[in-house]
């Protein structure tokens, strides 16, 4: 692969949520652009450690760009500037030698820092505790074919149900609204037939957990659309807002 | 010999007959008990939620930011089940059929019948839940065939099954939080496991955020903490997973089952340089489609690495399908132990290809002439993507290059058919068990194993060890829970009193490097013995020459790493002892000294028919080995044959 690149990082220190927190610029040299972002960190990372400083921390974990946890702003941007990718799916060769690169947490008053580039979204969980389920218990239900479920029907709600609730419409949102993470869970039950009986009141209860959490609204910029990693898209947040007034003025029972 | 508690009867009506014999808890009286579950992945929501349902108060433990991002929402192809939609020939019998024979007859019958039974049900669980599955225009469900599969069993929901399986389950495991049935504990990692008298009464976790040591008590805990490919370094698996929990479990009294069985995986992007972190897997249902070769002679795999010829001046003709070559039933469905060592074959041979040669081509060429690009697209445009966003290159308009990565452990925690541990009290399910997959575990299983334990196993088996307990709850007060919780904290303390030159990285790396070397694809007396040495030495490298810097007080992910390495360096040299007593080659295990004329793995059922378990002694101190037999009353025992 060509050659190796020297790079200069301002990255957000921050020791915990009761301090204030600062960028430190760090040299990363010798860089490969076959390195994913987060093996350029575990590289400088690995060289603080041997200098006795405190690593930057991060979150990630499977690094393929589907367990939602790797959550960095870089140069303005969630995940960085590669459209539909995560950041550990993002790799260097979408950088060049010389530059400098800013690396931020989220920014939004719903995730408050734990530590460095390490926030709290716990609020994303509580949305989900609030509805985002069928009330089913596990065994005495019917066999999986006894409903059909159009194919086009089915591969919308997949597309809605891919969210990884990574939390990057949060963060690429001037409001810091959640509208599209909390939309596309409300989309998936709203279009499968096994989420009818209860659409009205989950998408109540959840909408009422996302203004409890202090997410901001929603004024239709779509900066959510255009930097979720996984292309969920700004129709859901329609629907949604759909689910929500007919929930407000029907009945549940009214619903099908 | 231990006792798997497999009930008498014929194979087909064990499980229906022992749910029957099992005790019941009275439905008022669940809730005055209390169920610890470790771990979020498939088995460990699936199975908190179902207790919950039930009634019994469940606490919930993950070390991830939230329950959502275990790595079973990694797993791409599918999930099997026996379900025979297709009218191909499928049933029960045949699922469980393939499965033990996957597993190179080193599986408990009784519980892979058991497996197989309830796969209907998963499946029918998981659509009630709102999971998306792929579905036919016709609305039903859409199959395919996976993994060496003759029929079409595998149920998925695009490259992403995993994740919305455990969406799914997630789903439940909210609801039942909202009910207020599960206490949830995201970013808490288990450090210990409690024991009163011999019975599992709790654990120990450490707050990632503020590095509290704390204690929980509950009447039974379930370790569901998935797997232990991370003691290579370079796996599958996600940075986090870990064998902390099982091992700790392990040190106190639950055996460890055939520790040397892991799954290297055919398909995965192979290894750019010493910067990588981990390695992304390709998932296999490409190769329903994607055909395997290398160049038929090294000078031109030479050529090709070098650079002197293109992919597409080698003609077909000099081309090597070698799977579909030695396996003409199979072809590159092949099961993927089998896959994995002719991979290393022929890159040993040194007909690799890529920079580095050490890789083989997965070529989609045929089937966008076959199917047209669309149709690929479709099927496969997940992965397609992710493979072209790593390594830059188009797998539309050149062949995929791939190489065997660490995927899957079939060892683990040894467990009765009930998946109790040899800790009364204290039960595995999922990965972190040993029980269901034998030598080596076959595509779209692992979901389905997952979800069988913690939906349908253990809210009717942990039932009956409860019922015999009485009301009581656990006394907290208890003298091990302080005695365990400043054990923790020494322990902790240690590790942050490591100030060497060493990083915990350093060490992890050498440790993979071992086991890959001398435990990975080819296993053989002289290496093993020698690993056994080097891992000994590196334990003692980590213990007077590795860093660990910050305080416990804070969120300190180097902490968090060395715990995590200092339990792997101690498995490492288990996996090994284990596969130096296993002279024989079964499934994933491969022992160069016991291999067939044309060089096929070799089973010796006469002397290792048998489940390895060992038992912990003391630090330092060699393992004691149990052995349960398997008997194999339905199944014969044949050479497996995929030719």
Not at chain 2, 119 to 135: E, H, K, L, T, Y
Not at chain 2, 361 to 375: C, N, P, S, V, Y
Request: hydrophobic residues 35%; proline residues 3%; charged residues 25%.
């Amino acid at each position: 692969m060509s050659g190796n690149m020297n790079l200069t990082l301002k990255v957000w220190r921050q020791k915990n949520d009761k301090t204030r927190g600062k960028f430190v610029t760090y040299q990363a040299n010798g860089i490969s652009q076959d390195m994913s972002f987060l093996e350029m960190l575990d590289v400088v990372n690995e060289d603080l450690v041997r200098k006795g400083e405190d690593p930057i921390h991060f979150d990630h974990d499977c690094r393929e760009g589907i367990c939602g946890m790797c959550s960095l702003h870089i140069n303005g941007r969630p995940h960085g500037p590669k459209q539909g990718t995560t950041t550990c799916q993002l790799h260097m060769r979408s950088f060049h030698d010389g530059q400098t690169i800013v690396i931020e947490p989220w920014r939004a008053s719903a995730f408050p820092v734990i530590k460095d580039l390490a926030v709290d979204r716990t609020a994303f969980d509580r949305i989900q505790q609030a509805g985002g389920y069928v009330n089913v218990n596990t065994g005495g239900v019917p066999d999986a074919n006894t409903i059909p479920i159009p194919k086009v029907v089915a591969d919308e709600a997949f597309e809605s149900a891919t969210c990884i609730g990574c939390g990057a419409c949060v963060a690429a949102c001037k409001n810091a609204s959640a509208m599209l993470f909390v939309s596309a869970k409300i989309s998936q039950y709203a279009l499968m037939p096994q989420g009818q009986t209860e659409r009205y009141s989950r998408a109540q209860a959840m909408v009422a957990q996302m203004d409890a959490e202090g997410f901001g609204s929603c004024t239709n910029t779509g900066a959510c659309e255009a930097e979720c990693p996984v292309g969920i898209k700004l129709t859901n947040i329609a629907r949604m807002n759909r689910e929500y007034l007919n929930a407000k003025i029907f009945k549940e029972e009214e619903a099908h | 010999m231990l006792d798997s508690k497999v009930p008498a009867g014929p194979l087909a009506e064990k499980w229906s007959k022992h749910k029957f014999n099992l005790k019941l808890v009275n439905p008022a009286n669940k809730r005055k008990y209390t169920i610890i579950v470790v771990g979020t992945g498939l088995a460990g929501s699936s199975a908190a939620a179902s207790l919950a349902e039930l009634g019994y108060n469940v606490k919930a433990f993950c070390y991830q930011d939230s329950p959502r991002r275990a790595h079973s929402i990694a797993a791409q192809g599918g999930i099997n089940a026996a379900k025979n939609y297709q009218n191909d020939g499928d049933s029960v019998y045949r699922l469980f059929y393939d499965t033990i024979k996957g597993g190179d007859y080193r599986a408990r019958e009784a519980n892979v019948y058991r497996l197989a039974e309830v796969s209907v049900n998963i499946i029918d669980q998981c659509v009630a839940q709102g999971v998306p599955f792929a579905r036919e225009y016709g609305g039903l469900l859409d199959n395919r065939s996976f993994g060496g599969a003759q029929v079409s069993r595998t149920f998925y929901a695009r490259g992403q099954t995993g994740q919305q399986l455990l969406l799914g389950a997630y789903s439940a495991l909210n609801r039942q939080i909202n009910k207020g049935k599960i206490e949830m504990f995201n970013r808490h990692e288990m450090l210990d496991l409690v024991t009163i008298d011999g019975h599992a009464r709790g654990i120990i976790t450490r707050n990632m955020v503020t590095g509290a040591i704390e204690s929980h008590e509950g009447h039974a805990v379930l370790l569901c903490t998935g797997g232990y490919g991370n003691v290579f370094f370079l796996s599958t698996n996600a940075m986090g997973c870990n064998v902390t929990a099982a091992w700790r479990a392990h040190k106190r009294g639950a055996f460890f089952a055939n520790p040397c069985y892991t799954q290297i995986h055919p398909t995965c992007i192979p290894v750019t340089g010493d910067h990588q972190s981990k390695l992304t897997l390709m998932s296999e249902s490409l190769r329903n489609d994607g055909r395997v070769w290398v160049p038929k002679t090294v000078e031109l795999a030479q050529k090709l690495r070098k650079g002197e010829i293109k992919i597409s001046d080698i003609k077909e003709e000099d081309r090597d399908y070698y799977l579909e070559r030695k396996y003409p039933s199979f072809g590159n469905l092949v099961p993927r132990d089998v896959a994995s060592r002719n991979a290393k074959e022929v890159v040993d041979e040194g007909r690799g290809v890529g920079a580095s040669g050490i890789a083989v081509f997965l070529d989609f060429e045929d089937a966008i002439k076959r199917l047209g690009e669309d149709t690929v697209r479709a099927k496969y445009g997940n992965l397609f993507d992710m493979y072209y966003q790593i390594t830059d290159e188009n797998p539309y308009k050149q062949p995929m290059r791939i190489y065997p990565a660490v995927h899957y452990t079939m060892g683990g925690l040894w467990v009765d058919y009930n998946l109790m541990t040899s800790v009364p009290g204290l039960y595995a399910l999922g990965e972190c068990n040993f029980s269901d997959h034998g030598a080596n575990r076959l595509g779209a299983s692992a979901l389905m194993q997952g979800l069988a334990d913690g939906y349908f196993v253990i809210p009717y088996t942990v039932g009956d060890y409860l019922a015999g307990l009485g009301f009581d709850p656990v006394d907290k007060n208890h003298p091990n829970f302080e005695k365990t919780r400043k054990e923790v904290e020494e322990n902790v303390h240690r590790l942050l009193s490591l100030k060497g030159s060493k990083t915990v990285d350093d060490i992890h790396k050498k440790l993979g490097h071992i086991m890959w070397e001398y435990c990975g694809m080819a296993r053989n007396e002289v290496g093993l013995t020698k690993a056994k040495g080097l891992i000994q030495e590196l334990r003692r490298e980590f213990w007077s020459d590795v860093t660990v810097l910050g305080e416990n007080e804070e969120m300190n992910q180097s902490l968090e790493k060395a715990g995590r390495v200092a339990d792997f360096l101690e498995l490492g040299e288990l996996m090994v002892d284990d596969a130096l007593n296993r002279r024989e080659s079964c499934g994933g295990h491969f022992r160069e000294e016991s291999q067939t004329e044309e060089g096929e793995a070799k089973r010796d059922d006469e002397n290792f028919r048998y489940v390895a378990a060992w038992e912990y002694q003391g630090e330092n101190q060699p393992e004691v080995l149990h052995k349960e037999a398997l008997e194999f009353e339905n199944v014969k025992l044949t050479q497996r044959s995929y030719k």
